[in-house]
């Protein structure tokens, strides 16, 4: 992710990326008192169009997690969406871009969470990003060490930057032992996600995917593949938990979310997935995806947010 961009939004106006700045005695920087969505736009060069992909329910997700650190939010959602734009805008982006709104706790205890008691505060961050090359040659992956979250102890369902703690230690173990990403197990044993995105599979041509009881993200990314891929290819989904044994005899895998988007696996553990290549059938999943965000497919439109105003959103009855 680049360092730095021109702008940020920070508690109710565009600033200086040198200006965004907060106290270190807040509870954000001192305990990771955060909830945050990390959200995607994608340039189309036919409507010279930025399209942000399905902000209305990353929004939503992040007011589930907030309700559920019981943190109260000080913008409405059609501020939060004003703001990404005028962003977006600001910083001139023509292309790909990782955006992330940030509810943060501000000065305080570690009690503290009603209104009267800490102030709330929010930024936006928004960054030129293309897709990686991983997107084209896959990755390497092992299980980690590390077990996920537990909803237990630190809820997974809860996009807070303190979770995020036990994905760095998962990814650092990783790339020590010699591979690229993590496939973190849950306290039972089953498989519950990548570090920073949710994992699928393909066995016997079916796609495959843990259930968001299995301390998972409810990913935006992944619900909105089961829906498309169901829809679209004619393919079955199935969600339920996947033993780690499976992972080494399964044809095909992925990783998906926001920042991953459809990271083909190669191999786990040293076991090659399929032909230690990226899939035939992951292939046309990346192609419905990539279509559908950037405006390609009519009846997706309605998950789309122009930037520039260049196009209209569209539903699929248009």
Not at 207 to 224: G, W
């Amino acid at each position: 992710m680049a360092k730095n961009a021109p702008y940020a939004w920070m508690n109710g106006k565009l600033v200086p990326w040198e200006q965004a700045t907060m106290h270190i005695a807040t509870e954000c920087v001192l305990r990771g008192e955060n909830v945050f969505e990390g959200e995607r736009a994608y340039w189309s060069e036919a409507e010279q169009e930025l399209f942000i992909f399905r902000h209305a329910e990353h929004v939503a997700r992040l007011r589930q997690g907030a309700r559920i650190m019981r943190m109260t939010i000080p913008y409405s959602d059609a501020e939060i969406e004003e703001a990404s734009i005028a962003l977006i805008k600001a910083c001139g982006y023509r292309g790909p871009v990782h955006f992330r709104p940030v509810a943060y706790f501000d000065q305080g205890e570690l009690t503290d969470y009603l209104p009267s008691e800490i102030k709330t505060g929010m930024f936006i961050l928004a960054f030129s990003k293309p897709s990686t090359k991983s997107i084209e040659t896959g990755v390497t992956t092992c299980v980690s060490t590390w077990r996920r979250n537990s909803d237990l102890a630190s809820p997974s369902r809860i996009k807070s930057g303190a979770n995020y703690h036990n994905s760095r230690l998962a990814y650092i173990d990783a790339r020590l032992n010699g591979f690229q990403v993590p496939i973190l197990l849950n306290a039972a044993g089953k498989v519950a996600e990548g570090p920073g995105a949710c994992f699928m599979m393909i066995r016997k041509g079916r796609v495959i995917t843990p259930p968001v009881t299995a301390d998972i993200l409810e990913s935006i990314t992944r619900e909105t593949l089961i829906e498309a891929i169901q829809a679209e290819l004619g393919m079955e989904v199935i969600e339920r938990e996947i033993d780690r044994t499976e992972l080494y005899v399964c044809d095909e895998a992925f990783f998906c979310g926001s920042g991953h988007e459809v990271t083909p696996v190669n191999s786990v553990d040293h076991y090659d997935v399929g032909d230690g290549k990226p899939g035939a059938l992951t292939r046309r999943i990346q192609k419905l995806y990539f279509d559908i965000v950037s405006g390609a497919v009519p009846r997706y439109r309605h998950w789309l947010t122009p930037v520039y105003g260049n196009a209209a959103r569209k539903t699929a009855a248009d």
